[in-house]
């Protein structure tokens, strides 16, 4: 027996008996609109990469992405001295061109893609394989496939471990670019260099001193580092660090960061704990959705004591629904700006059979305007992750 449930026009199947119910969305559908839309305006931007824009403090060439930390400040005894931390303060004098750039050809390229397989028109994907040649091929304007100079400190340090969550923004363009082998926007030697590139990124993310301290960070930072190695991984085919991440999950993120209760104690206790708390609650989820096999389901995964994805959801999820009852402070900046339609909502709504949850997630606003929330909100395009009830193939 099916139970045909209708949330915003979009379609929630239910199946009996209840053991086996498994909710299904037409995301095709749900968000065509929104995708052609922001698509149809990207196919008039041209490529731009780090190469465009270089800082004199940065330590590395033209080539290597630089980015400056952002809670450090000018220390007003010491003007000219090293930075001083303000936690959850922005500076907003930091140079932040290359992450602006990576943040674009995240936001561009999978919603390309995405336009592309919603109607298989070959301009979006045509147009998105011009940005995956100029940032990861073209030898004027590529990236090197490192973060060593990330997150500098002026008069303290010329990079650090925690600049690697700047490249989070490639995970969505690394599921960009499996989606667009179906089409013929990519030579094989061009998508061979690209997962030559990605290959590259994760021998340094695995094996460099700066990737070793990210990995082991006790908060979202070594969520971060899970969930880029696992993305990076699948595009490559490293079967070996898949595994890696798969027991990382089980026995170090889910038992050091999830309190019993479902919350995460290392983010509650920053200055901006709404926030970071989704961040992270993101991070986790979509470190779920690549790596869940039917033999090894890290959505059901649970210890002992039930700590696992099931208990991290039900606790956010009541404070995304009504924020207002969340019981700490507001966060010190860019409070008003979440939650959104947090990714975390639609892929444990199917995956846990939550309903409710995929309810939610339809009513929440799927893009911003604001810099940080653009930063700090990293799977943009579900179409590229979830497959619908019916496939839509008519050209725009």
Not at 177 to 202: C, H, M, N, P
């Amino acid at each position: 027996m099916i139970r045909p449930f209708t949330f915003c026009g979009a379609l929630i199947l239910a199946c009996l008996p209840a053991a086996q119910a498994r909710p299904r969305l037409d995301v095709a559908a749900f968000d065509r609109a929104r995708v052609l839309q922001a698509a149809n305006k990207y196919l008039t931007e041209a490529p731009i990469t780090i190469t465009a824009a270089h800082s004199l403090r940065s330590a590395g060439g033209l080539h290597d992405f630089f980015s400056e930390g952002d809670y450090w400040w000018p220390d007003p005894q010491h003007p000219e001295g090293p930075y001083i931390q303000r936690d959850g303060m922005s500076n907003p004098d930091n140079f932040n061109e290359h992450r602006r750039a990576l943040m674009r050809l995240s936001v561009q390229v999978p919603a390309l893609v995405a336009a592309w397989k919603l109607t298989q028109d070959d301009r979006y994907a045509q147009h998105a394989a011009q940005h995956l040649r100029a940032w990861f091929i073209d030898e004027r304007t590529r990236m090197n496939p490192s973060l060593q100079y990330a997150q500098a400190i002026k008069g303290r340090t010329t990079g650090r471990g925690t600049g690697i969550i700047d490249t989070i923004h490639l995970v969505e363009v690394a599921r960009a670019v499996e989606v667009l082998t179906g089409s013929r926007a990519l030579s094989q030697g061009d998508l061979g260099a690209i997962k030559k590139w990605f290959a590259d990124y994760l021998v340094w993310l695995t094996t460099s001193a700066n990737g070793i301290e990210e990995r082991e960070a006790k908060n979202n930072h070594g969520t971060c580092w899970v969930i880029q190695v696992a993305a990076f991984a699948r595009l490559t085919g490293d079967q070996a660090l898949l595994d890696y991440c798969r027991t990382r999950f089980k026995t170090v993120l889910v038992p050091n960061q999830l309190a019993a209760d479902g919350s995460f104690p290392q983010e509650l206790r920053r200055t901006k704990p709404y926030g970071y708390s989704l961040f992270n609650l993101e991070a986790m989820a979509t470190i779920c959705q690549i790596l869940s096999t039917p033999t090894d389901n890290l959505w059901t995964f649970a210890l002992a004591d039930g700590r696992g994805m099931r208990k991290a959801m039900e606790y956010m999820v009541p404070y995304i629904r009504n924020k207002r009852s969340w019981p700490l402070k507001p966060d010190v900046m860019y409070d008003r700006e979440w939650p959104m339609r947090q990714s975390s909502l639609l892929f444990a709504g199917l995956a846990l059979n939550r309903p409710e949850y995929i309810e939610l997630w339809q009513r929440l606003p799927a893009d911003s305007s604001v810099e940080e929330v653009i930063r700090n909100f990293f799977i943009r395009q579900p179409v590229l992750w979830v497959e619908s009830t019916r496939k839509t193939t008519a050209k725009a």
